[in-house]
């Protein structure tokens, strides 16, 4: 999918999920690279970019775009999307563009983007199709780590919520596939 979308189309995305100037930005997942690159420049010399993504040709791919564009603000990542590797409360806008479908530890990269992202900080989640965007969407906010602040088609963007409320161990995600709420359950503020 990501030869045969236009600029202008992947551009939309970052905008909207509030990458500007001196942004420090987490991709996730990012294929050839494309998204990454748009993001590094929007967020210019004083922001940077982690493009992570656990297949070796892509991040050398990206890595030599970069070089080609001379973008000394994004610095790509080898790995799974559950470890980053980056420090605690260190990145403003968490992003995945049809990639969160495919992460086979959804929880676990799901708590590994709330302990990077600040207070307040922005993920958001693209997917490819309505079904993707519709369950990703469940996920992310029945693990109790984000708040939706905006669904648009297979677009959602979410706050990190300041305080952490119990998220649901792995076991109980899988019990619970299909099913889209999870009311009955108690869930104690820490
Ligand atoms: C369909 S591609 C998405 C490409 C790009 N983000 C786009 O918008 O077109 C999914 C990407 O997710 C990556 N991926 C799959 N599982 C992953 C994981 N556990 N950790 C990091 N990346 C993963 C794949 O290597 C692939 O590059």
Request: glycine share 10%; hydrophobic share 40%; charged share 25%.
């Amino acid at each position: 999918m990501e030869l045969i979308r236009p600029p202008w189309w992947r551009e939309k995305w970052p905008e909207r999920s509030g990458v500007r100037d001196g942004s420090e930005v987490l991709e996730e997942g990012f294929g050839f690279g494309t998204s990454p690159l748009i993001a590094a420049r929007m967020a210019g010399p004083q922001g940077q970019v982690y493009a992570l993504d656990l297949s070796p040709a892509g991040v050398i791919a990206l890595w030599l775009r970069a070089k080609l564009y001379r973008l000394k603000n994004l610095r790509v990542i080898l790995g799974d999307a559950k470890h980053t590797g980056l420090p605690d409360s260190s990145v403003d806008v968490g992003f995945i563009a049809d990639a969160f479908h495919e992460f086979p530890d959804k929880p676990g990269t799901l708590r590994e983007l709330h302990r990077v992202l600040r207070a307040g900080a922005t993920l958001a989640v693209l997917e490819d199709t309505a079904g993707g965007a519709k369950k990703a969407a469940a996920l992310v906010q029945e693990s109790g780590l984000f708040a939706l602040e905006q669904r648009d088609g297979n677009y959602a963007r979410f706050r990190k919520e300041a305080s952490v409320i119990d998220p649901l161990p792995e076991h109980h995600w899988v019990a619970q596939a299909g099913r889209s709420s999870r009311s009955t359950r108690t869930r104690t503020p820490v």
